[in-house]
């Protein structure tokens, strides 16, 4: 198993860093960093590891469950501190049912009264987001990726007589593996310019930490069924240098000096209050 260093004293929070609740100032650019773990039918000691991690940081995240399993029972009872989303796979041969309706009532039936979601695999469609909006009562997308790019913000999406707060993601585990020179230094990724920077973790890469995906498809061969695995069976993968892992620390050290950030349901509601302060256009309600 990775050894973890104490949480790293380097990185000061940013000075733009908002509280639960606190909405931004209109007109301002957002810029905060928030962390999301995609569950991705992890093994139940990956799962509770990152939990624990997070909840000795007293750190928020947003979790996106795709499964029933003993591992969610004290995110569940941190309330302070976790948000459950759902993470519906919409690709054929899902388990989570053969249609959109299917698979969004499977999921909401694993985490009822969700109030985000983030697509397997990001998969998605106007098709699915109709789905989403006439179906069910999610207000919070995390389905669009646009790596290392400044300036995003909270964005809306109008359909159906109803709004959903889209929020881009900035950073996921699994892609930066796949880069010809991946980057696991936080400053670095952080970078200068202002922006939403959601950072998306998987239970199983932050367990293995390794910096490209051998370690993983190396597991896959080995344990066909990820949940199925044992400890054991990851002890010669885990990695030591930087990774997933090291990384996740850093972004622990730097929300935990900055009050824990936010969830995904915290940040969109101070989205929605902002823009309840200015003007709405003709036929939209906010």
């Not at 397997?120 to 109709?130: F, P």
């Not at 998306?200 to 949940?227: E, M, T, V, W």
Request: charged content about 25%; aromatic content about 8%.
């Amino acid at each position: 198993m990775l050894e973890l260093d104490k949480p790293s004293q380097r990185f000061a929070p940013s000075s733009t860093a908002r509280a639960p609740g606190e909405v931004a100032s209109p007109g301002a650019p957002w810029d905060e960093v928030a962390l999301l773990i995609d569950l991705d039918w992890a093994p139940d000691f990956a799962v509770a590891q990152a939990a624990a991690r997070l909840s000795r940081a007293r750190v928020r995240a947003t979790w996106f469950v795709t499964h029933e399993t003993r591992a969610l029972r004290p995110i569940v009872e941190e309330r302070e501190l976790f948000e459950l989303g759902i993470h519906p796979n919409f690709l054929p041969g899902s388990s989570h049912g053969r249609s959109p309706s299917e698979v969004l009532a499977h999921c909401l039936g694993l985490v009822p009264g969700a109030r985000a979601l983030r697509t397997h695999g990001l998969v998605q469609s106007t098709a699915i987001l109709e789905h989403v909006l006439r179906e069910t009562a999610l207000e919070v997308d995390a389905s669009l990726f646009l790596p290392r790019t400044s300036h995003l913000q909270p964005l809306e999406y109008f359909w159906a007589g109803r709004s959903l707060c889209r929020l881009p993601v900035y950073f996921e585990d699994d892609f930066e593996m796949e880069q010809p020179r991946p980057e696991w230094s936080l400053p670095a990724l952080l970078g200068e310019e202002p922006g939403l920077k959601l950072f998306a973790f998987h239970p199983i890469h932050l367990y293995l930490n390794g910096s490209d995906q051998r370690p993983y498809r190396a597991l896959k061969a080995r344990c066909p069924r990820l949940g199925a695995a044992r400890e054991s069976d990851l002890d010669d993968l885990v990695g030591q240098g930087p990774g997933p892992s090291t990384l996740f620390e850093e972004l622990l050290a730097f929300l935990g000096q900055g009050g824990g950030g936010r969830t995904l349901d915290q940040i969109s509601s101070a989205w929605r209050r902002t823009r309840s302060a200015e003007p709405c256009p003709e036929g939209r309600p906010r």
